[in-house]
């Protein structure tokens, strides 16, 4: 292998040897987002400010709960990586590790009660 040029050693490579597959995967969920955000607040808002009748009226139907769901999966999935991204520059060692943990657990567990929350108003 010592006689690849550094080229070839590098490409498609970053630092850590999957920097463009990470970033192609933060601008797919970016997109995601751009599109799902003003869907999400259309949803809510129309969904809010009735009486709680109308409210599990409304989200009964299945269009603006997975909507809801979407937006609430995508957009706390990239808050995940953008915060393990902010941890990696700014905190090193057996710390660094533990707050990735911690905050990939956090991030799935408001993954997993906001969905509990749409299930049982869906329903």
Do not use: N
């Not at 991204?85 to 567990?109: P, S, W």
Request: hydrophobic share 55%; charged share 15%; proline share 2%.
């Amino acid at each position: 292998m010592r006689y690849l040029t550094d080229r070839k050693r590098a490409q498609g490579m970053g630092a850590g040897g999957s920097g463009t597959q990470g970033h192609w995967r933060m601008m797919v969920r970016s997109m995601i987002m751009v599109v799902l955000v003003p869907l999400f607040l259309i949803a809510l808002g129309k969904g809010i400010g009735g009486s709680y009748q109308e409210v599990l009226a409304y989200f009964s139907r299945p269009i603006p709960v997975i909507i809801v769901a979407l937006a609430l999966i995508v957009g706390l999935i990239q808050l995940m990586h953008e915060a393990q991204e902010a941890i990696e520059d700014y905190v090193h060692g057996v710390a660094e590790k533990l707050t990735i943990v911690a905050t990939q657990a956090f991030c799935y567990t408001l993954i997993a009660a906001s969905l509990l929350a749409l299930i049982k108003l869906a329903l």
